[in-house]
């Protein structure tokens, strides 16, 4: 190998590094912002939760008015006032504090709280680089283990309102 042909080959190795080291690069950024985007869903997603819960806990306990407008009016600052899926919790809180304690609005109110965290959680899902191929085949891995396990289908939430 003379000369000529080394420094070839020491261009083309360097040049290979360099693009190596950039896609590093780009990798490593992109996981950064992945991580700080999914540990701030998550710590949402917590505080969102506990204000449901604390506005269904004060509603079945008694509907203090004040208590309740309270926990609504902090809860809806989380929210994006044109997202659909948030107007319904919104509503349903609503409707609460203006007709009072009843088992339909109770069960309302966490069925469209469900529906807000499923909603986050598939999100940030979506957002750290999961495809929905992906979590279809992670969850069809679940219900097999459960199978295997013996323990079969969970049973399925039903509510009757007497």
Request: net charge positive.
């Amino acid at each position: 190998m003379n000369d000529n042909q080394l420094s070839i080959l020491t261009i083309i190795v360097s040049g290979i590094a360099v693009l190596i080291s950039l896609f590093s690069a780009w990798i490593s950024r992109r996981s950064i912002i992945t991580n700080a985007i999914s540990s701030n869903r998550i710590e949402w997603i917590a505080i969102v939760r506990n204000l449901i819960r604390d506005f269904v806990k004060e509603y079945s306990g008694g509907s203090n008015i004040p208590v309740l407008t309270n926990i609504y009016s902090e809860l809806v600052l989380y929210f994006n006032p044109n997202g659909e899926v948030y107007a319904g919790l919104v509503n349903a809180m609503k409707k609460a504090i203006l007709e009072g304690y009843t088992a339909q609005n109770h069960w309302n109110i966490l069925n469209c709280g469900q529906a807000v965290l499923d909603s986050s959680w598939k999100r940030m899902k979506r957002e750290s680089g999961m495809s929905f191929k992906t979590e279809l085949k992670i969850s069809k891995s679940f219900v097999k283990e459960r199978k295997m396990s013996g323990e079969g289908k969970p049973p399925k939430w039903t509510i009757e309102i007497v």
